[in-house]
C-alpha cells in the first residue's frame, strides 16, 4: 500500500475537455478504493468509490475505472469545468477498516477557460 | 450532508505551547480520525478513535495525544507544540461497519513559531 501514487503530478486542461487522472496501486490484495478531490483551503471531499468486484462505476460528470490486472486506478471528469481545478488523489484499502486507507499524493488538475 | 467540523481554520502558537485542535462531526459516526496533510508527502495518520474513550495509534503518533469523551467530538492534542509539527491538520470521521469511506473536515492550519 505505501506505492499507492500517480503517474502525473499535475494536469491542465481546456474549459469543455475530458479529464483523466491516473493512480497506480502496488497490492493486489486491495479491494477498494477512493476518490477524493480537494479545492485549495478547503479538506477532502470524496468524490466516487469502487470495488474490485467492479472494473467501472459512473457518477455524475464522473467515472473511475479500475484495471486489476496492471494495478491501475482512473478518474475520467467529463466535460472539465472551472470549478473542477483542484487537487485529486486516490486512496486504497486492503484491510478492511477506514484506518486502514492508503492515499496517494494528488495531481493538481487546472482548467483553463 | 455530513458534516464533520474544525474549530479552528488558522492557528498559530509558540514551541512548547498545549495547543488543542477540536472536532465534532453531526452523523453519528462511530469511527474519528486525525491526519496531517504535508507538501509530498500526503496525508499521514496520527491517531483515531472507534468508540467514546477509545483511541489507537496511527502512523505518526509520536508527540500528540487525543481525547474522545463524547461520541461526536474527538480532539488532538500536542502536549508541546514544535516547529516540525507546522502542519495542515484534517479531521475525518466514517460509520463503522460500513464502507471505509471517509468524510473530512476543512481543515486546521497550524503554524508553530
Known amino acids: 500500500g505505501e506505492n499507492v501514487g500517480l503517474h502525473l503530478p499535475t494536469l491542465s486542461v481546456q474549459e469543455g475537455d475530458n479529464s483523466i487522472i491516473n493512480c497506480a496501486y502496488s497490492?493486489?490484495?486491495?479491494?477498494?478504493f477512493i476518490w477524493y478531490k480537494q479545492e485549495s483551503g478547503k479538506g477532502p471531499q470524496f468524490i466516487i468509490d469502487?470495488?474490485?468486484?467492479?472494473d467501472k462505476r459512473q457518477g455524475q460528470r464522473v467515472t473511475v475505472l479500475l484495471n486489476k490486472t496492471v494495478k491501475h486506478l482512473s478518474l475520467q471528469i467529463a466535460a472539465t469545468q472551472p470549478g473542477d481545478s483542484a487537487v485529486y488523489f486516490c486512496?486504497?484499502?486492503?484491510?478492511?477498516?477506514?484506518?486502514?486507507?492508503?492515499f496517494g499524493k494528488g495531481t493538481k488538475l487546472t482548467v483553463n477557460p | 450532508d455530513v458534516k464533520v467540523t474544525q474549530s479552528s481554520r488558522y492557528l498559530v502558537k509558540r514551541t512548547g505551547e498545549k495547543v488543542f485542535l477540536e472536532c465534532v462531526q453531526d452523523m453519528d459516526h462511530e469511527n474519528m480520525f486525525w491526519y496531517r496533510q504535508d507538501p509530498g508527502l500526503g496525508l499521514r495518520l496520527i491517531y483515531f478513535s472507534y468508540d467514546v474513550k477509545m483511541k489507537e495509534k496511527g502512523d505518526i503518533p509520536e508527540g500528540y495525544s487525543v481525547s474522545r469523551e463524547k461520541k461526536e467530538r474527538f480532539s488532538l492534542i500536542l502536549e508541546s507544540a514544535s516547529t516540525n509539527q507546522t502542519s495542515m491538520y484534517l479531521c475525518?470521521?466514517?460509520?463503522?461497519?460500513?464502507?471505509?469511506?471517509?468524510?473530512f473536515g476543512s481543515g486546521t492550519q497550524l503554524s508553530v513559531l
Open positions: 469502487i470495488r474490485s468486484n467492479m
Open positions: 486512496a486504497e484499502n486492503m484491510e478492511g477498516g477506514s484506518e486502514k486507507l492508503v
Open positions: 497490492n493486489s490484495a486491495s479491494d477498494y
Open positions: 475525518a470521521s466514517s460509520l463503522l461497519g460500513a464502507d471505509e469511506k471517509l468524510f
